[in-house]
């Protein structure tokens, strides 16, 4: 059975900083694209961040500079480096990956990916 375990998140204060980690079992996903995207309550799942299989980034512009995106191959672990939270950050946080290895580029959009964590939940305060 294929599973992505998201974990990091938590509670902090604006200006503060979190990492995710997006573990990977039942199959390895070192080469194929995977990507987190958030949730706010009353809003639309929404496109973070991506990293190809070659392993190229792409961000929204609402994180770009702020967020990292990385993976470790040997873990089949995709991590989300956050930094300079801002209020505005706070939603679940979802780890996605596309099931087709090599599959070039990225995708922004949510029916791309076929598997799904469970969410990790991210709280900013002011």
């Known amino acids: 059975q294929v599973q992505l375990v998201e974990s990091g998140g938590g509670l902090v204060q604006a200006g503060g900083s979190l990492r995710l980690s997006c573990a990977a079992s039942?199959?390895?996903?070192?080469?194929?694209?995977m990507a987190w995207f958030r949730q706010a309550p009353g809003k639309e799942r929404e496109f973070v961040a991506a990293?190809?299989?070659?392993?190229?980034?792409y961000y929204a512009d609402s994180v770009k500079g702020r967020f990292t995106i990385s993976r470790d191959g040997a873990k089949d672990t995709v991590y989300l480096q956050m930094n300079s939270l801002k209020p505005e950050d706070t939603a679940v946080y979802y780890c996605?990956?596309?099931?087709?290895?090599?599959?070039?580029?990225?995708?922004?959009?949510?029916?791309?990916?076929?598997?799904w964590g469970q969410g990790t939940q991210v709280t900013v305060s002011s």
């Open positions: 039942g199959r390895t996903f070192g080469n194929n694209r």
């Open positions: 990293i190809s299989w070659r392993g190229n980034t």
């Open positions: 996605a990956a596309d099931r087709v290895s090599y599959r070039g580029g990225y995708s922004e959009r949510p029916q791309t990916y076929d598997y």
